[in-house]
């Protein structure tokens, strides 16, 4: 581990409002020891990328059980590049069908945890990437 | 058994934290009395039902949440439904609906149709009960912080087919409390947002006889981690509030009390929600008449839906859903519900598929029919187990709304999030004790086969073309109505919400039937209310 205290921004894009596995993250993200913002619910994808950049975060994930995932990523992923911040891992949570996996690898998202991802993979991946 | 040996069985408990006895006997109901604690069916405190023969007389209705893409896609889905024997509708909006946003909306973007219909005008309602008759169906919607809309949607499609105001029959859901709690389709701040729901219930109470102008949700708060009792407590706090602020327009409490309904949540521990049903029917009775002053038995009657919940499926195994949402059916016909509602096998990762649906309905359908659950009213009556918990749920749902009323009240645990974080570090708490194997998840954290989860079943794609044709149709309607007229009682509705206190549904109506749409009505709301700012705080 880095001395320097790893910062996560959680997100929740979009007009769902289910949060019970956002806010279950971060619970378990705060257990390891992690500094979280959570921009709250129903969050533009430039909303969501203006507070990583106010809020200097090493990273930022994403919680999306609508479905609505891969154009929400996309979209998410060229906001980030044309604001310079191509270097900042991306991670999205929630209902991830297996086939979407290497469409959302492939733009350029690094953590992909569907709903049952251990809490200990998402920490590694935090404390991984963060650094 | 000997003393000795009970002591060496490790304790159980219920979620609620009540111990659970071993065996229980007649010392466990030694206090009860009939007519005092369970009363007979039909009768005060309504503890056995609400209806002296209930299902012999009045078998529950099935009424499974529906509608995906257009109103014309979801007239198909309704149209099926009745046909396989389903007599309720339950429709589900999407997103941009549920959150005020035309489907034109740049927020609306890969939304439109998405997990249920689009609606942005009255042509739209129109379309989705095309061919129904509003006389003779039940429709429930599904839908928040822009129910006023609906509601008025709904009664001008009703006004089109001639069904006078006394025939329209329906529920909305219109609990915006606790979607601040669990669901989150909130747009405006809470005050406002409590003025017009108690719109809707004046309205209705005035206008639409038969209608049930909310429902209010224990079902989202238990989904986003509450335990059963504070689920009820929550949820009698909630109707509290509701009815306090219809008191306050003058109406009494015998002519609304009668048309508010509950939806609650069914999962974990079988014989906790039999008892919490009973204790929560008891309890409201004794609310409505002790503390809200209704006089007529009718309106102390814990109305319900008493439905599956998701909280309780895997997506492991789907398949084993099946078998879980037949035992929580199994449990709400036990429990005297009015409607019966199931999640389907493969709601934990998509919107149901057509045969899941009907997996769904066939489960209730056997339920009531083949295996004589229905013949005798509140079977489980005198069980010493069940009746002694029904007595501890009861106590300790009291114990829970006296201490939020302590801590300033439902509306402030609400509107500065106290509610919230309870509930989530629960929900954590839960979540954990899955991941670690203590709480059992058959197929998920024992016995679970090496097999990944497929999740490659029947998934909806996103329909751009869904997207496109209701915002083809959407801007073809606004170039067809009178844009005067319309752009007129859309400043009538801005005027009489931001300068008076009038009830709105009258002015929500007129905009109805100039086909304003459900984004300009509720940008009125956005404008003059503001917007719900959520409490960020673990």
């Known amino acids: 581990m880095g001395d320097k205290k790893i910062r996560v921004l959680m997100a929740k894009p979009g007009l769902d409002g289910h949060d019970r596995g956002v806010k279950t993250v971060i619970h378990a993200l705060h257990d390891a020891g992690i500094d979280v913002t959570y921009t709250g619910l129903h969050k533009t994808p430039e909303e969501i990328v203006k507070a990583a950049a106010d809020d200097n975060v090493s990273l930022v994930g994403l919680s999306i059980l609508s479905g609505a995932h891969i154009p929400i990523c996309a979209q998410i992923v060229k906001l980030m590049k044309e604001a310079g911040m191509s270097d900042k891992p991306l991670m999205v949570g929630g209902v991830i069908p297996e086939r979407d996996i290497p469409a959302l690898r492939e733009m350029g998202v690094e953590g992909i945890f569907p709903v049952d991802t251990p809490f200990e993979d998402i920490v590694r991946f935090v404390e991984e990437k963060g650094r | ?538």
């Not at chain 2, 974990?268 to 809200?292: P, T, V, Y």
């Not at chain 2, 045969?355 to 209730?364: I, Q």
Request: aromatic share 8%; glycine share 8%; hydrophobic share 35%.
């Open chain 2, 1 to 538: 058994m000997t003393e000795k040996k009970k002591l060496q069985i490790p304790p159980r408990k219920l979620e609620s934290g009540i111990d659970i006895k071993v065996c229980y006997g007649p010392e466990d109901v030694a206090d009860l009395d009939y007519e005092r604690d369970l009363g007979d069916p039909g009768s005060y405190p309504f503890t056995r039902g609400i209806h002296s023969t209930m299902y012999r007389s009045r078998p529950f209705t099935m009424r499974q949440y529906a509608g995906f893409g257009s109103p014309a896609e979801t007239n198909q889905r309704f149209k099926y439904l009745i046909e396989h024997g389903q007599n309720a509708l339950n429709v589900a909006f999407d997103l941009p609906t549920q959150n005020g946003l035309d489907s034109d909306d740049p927020r609306a973007k890969g939304e439109v149709g998405r997990v249920g219909m689009a609606i942005d005008t009255l042509a739209d309602m129109e379309a989705a009960f095309d061919g129904l008759d509003l006389s003779k169906i039940s429709v429930s919607l599904t839908i928040n912080p822009v129910a006023s809309i609906m509601i008025a949607m709904y009664k001008v499609v009703a006004e089109k087919q001639e069904v006078p105001n006394d025939k329209i029959m329906g529920t909305a859901q219109n609990d915006i409390l606790k979607e601040y709690v669990g669901r989150g389709t909130w747009i405006y701040d809470v005050e406002p947002s409590l003025r017009l729901i108690t719109d809707t219930v004046e309205y209705c109470t005035r206008e639409l006889p038969r209608y049930f102008p909310l429902s209010v949700c224990g079902y989202h708060i238990r989904e986003s981690g509450a335990d059963p009792v504070q689920e009820m407590a929550y949820a009698f706090l909630i109707a509290k509030e509701y009815a306090r602020r219809a008191m306050e327009r003058g109406l009494k409490p015998d002519e609304f009390l009668g048309r508010f309904s509950f939806n609650l949540d069914i999962h974990g521990n079988f014989f906790e929600q039999i008892a919490k049903f009973r204790a929560g029917r008891r309890l409201w009775a004794k609310i409505c008449k002790e503390d809200l002053g209704a006089t007529n038995p009718k309106s102390m009657m814990l109305r319900g839906i008493f439905g599956g919940g998701g909280g309780g499926l895997a997506i492991r195994e789907p398949e084993n859903n099946i078998v879980r949402m037949a035992y929580y059916s199994l449990a709400s016909a036990l429990s005297g519900t009015q409607t019966m509602a199931l999640c389907c096998y493969d709601e934990a990762y998509t919107i149901p598929s057509e045969k899941a649906a009907l997996v769904a309905l066939r489960t209730m359908q056997i339920l009531q029919e083949e295996v004589s659950v229905c013949d005798t009213v509140d079977p489980l009556a005198g069980s010493y187990y069940v009746e002694s918990i029904t007595n501890e749920m009861e106590n300790r749902i009291v114990a829970e709304m006296k201490r939020i009323d302590e801590l300033g009240g439902i509306v402030k645990c609400i509107a500065d999030g106290y509610i919230q974080k309870t509930i989530s570090r629960q929900a954590y708490e839960e979540e954990k004790s899955i991941r670690s194997g203590e709480k059992v998840k058959v197929g998920v954290n024992k016995y679970a086969t090496e097999e990944k989860a497929s999740l490659e079943m029947e998934l909806h794609d996103f329909d751009f073309k869904v997207q496109d044709a209701q915002i083809a149709s959407f801007g073809k309607v606004k170039a067809q109505r009178d844009a005067a007229a319309a752009s007129g009682v859309l400043d009538k509705l801005r005027d009489k919400a931001a300068n008076t206190d009038e009830n709105l549904m009258p002015h929500i109506l007129d905009c109805v039937r100039a086909y304003c749409s459900v984004g300009e009505m509720s940008g009125v709301f956005r404008d003059v209310f503001g917007e719900f700012k959520e409490p960020i705080d673990f």
